[in-house]
């Protein structure tokens, strides 16, 4: 380890702002996730508005990131949305965005967009973060049908999967890519780790609606802490919850280290703000 | 602000503080497809205790993934002699006397310390309207008989029926391999209307929701769980250790409530 580098304070490197549409949050104010973030000693929290992702209010997303920015500095960042039904409007005002300070990455959903990630409606998006040097958060799911009832199959991840992150890394390896959830589920997540063997700027992160025994150590194994970033879903999912998977993994604490903090501040550039 | 280390040590000690008992344990090979496909007894008791869960309530995957009669019968087998392991039965109604007769299988399943039970309606395609189930649940009601249910194995409308059906029967809900934050405007109405409605912890992964459980129904209401070996035992246990409640809460959900439960039954 670097031992230069002494800022080791845990980042949260996927996190959301607002509603969901489709459920219950009971308490998604700016005031309880800094007070959660507080109690977990998460010292930056990078944040997507649903908005945005769950309905194509990309605007609307942008004004309200930039207000949680500004209430909370330093600690809650912010990614902009990229939109492909909306190509050119989407970048536009990502691009603005990601000009003010606090703006580290563009997030994009091609489940909920409905639009599958290799397609080229994405073009427009990877080559601006490959000529800025923008990270970019992808969500990834498994598209396979379950292994247990009722054998659940989400069309719309299809458009997610991570061996289409694959295509994409192909075309623009210089694009810093994060796929979110590693996957998602198992077969998903055989996957993210062969993607991730396979391209030296594609990273996984490990937050979402599972909690998979033994993943943690798995995927250090695979691919190597240095490609890991812890993320909590909020106000989604719970931090406390993935935050103890890596707390408690069969792992170094150094490796520890790099998924909670090192990996996200180095590909953000936390330490040199 | 705690260091990475220090805060590893601290989860350490927390847990060993709050005697965690696990209602939701299972041996047996899993239709659940893992990068650690652990099934054998021995090898469950040796996550436990690295974990540091000292008790577990088991149920066999036999049991559900092939025949209750079969996979409870096994259960007894691997978990005799091994005191941190209780039992937890399948069990199905009786109409078809595929477990022989109901009362004589409960009384056998009590005097083999089995103190739980669980039932897949739709795995094991029944009913648990009345004109099906109505028997089975009685007699649980009648024993005190903790009932394990998934939530994806019912209806919401069918779990409030049992819930207000059967007033004494505990109905522990379960939320395994499934997105749980969706099921939140089903969960609080029936928490609300349904005293006798439990929640096993092991999947309260919506953001939150454990604290606001524990604040508007109390701490009495749930009952921790692991889904071990499916699921990552260190998830149910920090919403426990740093959930935002005392510490009397945190013990009652970590094993009092069970105990409880256990204590209740009927012999």
Redo the contacts between chains.
């Keep these: 380890m670097n031992k230069e580098i002494i800022d080791?304070?845990?980042v949260d490197a996927h996190a959301h702002l607002g509603y969901?549409t489709?459920?219950?949050?009971?308490?998604i104010s700016l005031e309880?996730m800094v007070n959660?973030m507080n109690?977990?000693?998460i010292?930056r929290i990078c944040c997507s508005h649903l908005a945005g992702l769950s309905a194509h209010h990309f605007e609307y997303a942008h004004r309200e990131t930039l207000k949680a920015i500004k209430q909370y500095p330093r600690r809650i960042f912010g990614y902009a949305i990229y939109d492909p039904n909306f190509p050119e409007d989407s970048l536009q005002s990502a691009k603005e965005y990601l000009t003010i300070d606090g703006f580290i990455g563009i997030k994009i959903h091609p489940a909920m967009h409905t639009y599958a990630v290799d397609g080229e409606k994405y073009n427009p998006l990877w080559r601006y973060a490959v000529d800025n040097n923008v990270p970019v958060l992808s969500h990834t799911w498994d598209a396979t049908l379950?292994?247990?009832?009722?054998y659940?199959l989400v069309p719309n991840q299809i458009y997610a999967q991570p061996k289409l992150i694959g295509r994409v890394a192909q075309r623009y390896p210089e694009a810093k890519i994060i796929m979110a959830h590693a996957g998602g589920?198992?077969?998903g997540?055989l996957q993210a780790i062969e993607v991730a063997q396979r391209y030296e700027n594609v990273y996984v992160d490990i937050c979402g609606?599972t909690?998979?025994?033994?993943?943690?150590?798995?995927l250090v194994k695979e691919i190597g802490a240095n490609k890991i970033l812890y993320g909590?879903?909020?106000?989604?999912?719970?931090?406390?919850?993935?935050?103890?998977?890596v707390?408690?993994?069969?792992i170094t604490?150094d490796e520890?280290?790099y998924i909670?903090?090192l990996n996200a501040s180095n590909l953000f550039k936390f330490n040199f703000q | 602000m705690e260091s990475i280390d220090e805060m590893i040590r601290r989860f350490s000690n927390d847990k060993k503080k709050l005697h965690f008992f696990d209602a939701n344990c299972w041996i047996g090979k899993s239709n659940n497809l893992s990068s650690v496909p652990l099934s054998k007894t021995n090898e469950i008791i040796e996550q436990m205790d690295y974990y540091g869960i000292e008790r577990a309530i088991v149920s066999h995957t036999l049991s559900m993934y092939y025949h209750p009669l079969v996979g409870n019968k096994y259960l007894l087998e691997e978990i005799n002699g091994i005191n941190k392991l209780q039992g937890c039965f399948v069990l199905l109604p009786p109409s078809t006397k595929e477990m022989g007769l109901l009362d004589e299988y409960i009384d056998n399943m009590l005097s083999r310390e089995v103190r739980a039970v669980r039932i897949f309606p739709k795995s094991h395609h029944f009913s648990i309207e009345d004109w099906s189930s109505a028997v089975l649940l009685g007699k649980l009601e009648e024993r005190r008989i903790p009932l394990f249910i998934w939530s994806r194995e019912t209806e919401w409308d069918n779990l409030y029926k049992i819930c207000k059906n059967y007033p004494r029967l505990p109905v522990i809900l379960e939320q395994p391999d499934e997105e749980t934050a969706l099921n939140g405007r089903f969960l609080f109405p029936l928490l609300e209307k349904c005293k006798n409605l439990f929640l096993e912890v092991h999947n309260c992964i919506l953001y939150l929701e454990i604290d606001e459980v524990v604040k508007r129904f109390g701490a009495e209401r749930l009952i921790f769980g692991t889904y071990l070996p499916v699921d990552d035992p260190n998830a149910s246990l920090m919403l426990v250790t740093d959930g935002d409640f005392s510490q009397i809460e945190k013990e009652k959900i970590a094993h009092k409530n069970l105990e409880k439960l256990i204590k209740g039954v009927l012999v």
Excluded: C
Aim: proline share 5%.
């Design positions: 080791v304070s845990i969901s489709k459920f219950y949050m009971p308490d309880r959660i109690k977990l000693n010292k379950q292994t247990t009832y009722p659940e589920r198992y077969r997540h609606s909690i998979s025994f033994g993943l943690i150590e798995w909590s879903d909020l106000t989604w999912n719970e931090p406390r919850a993935h935050l103890s998977r707390l408690g993994a069969k604490l520890k280290n909670l903090s």
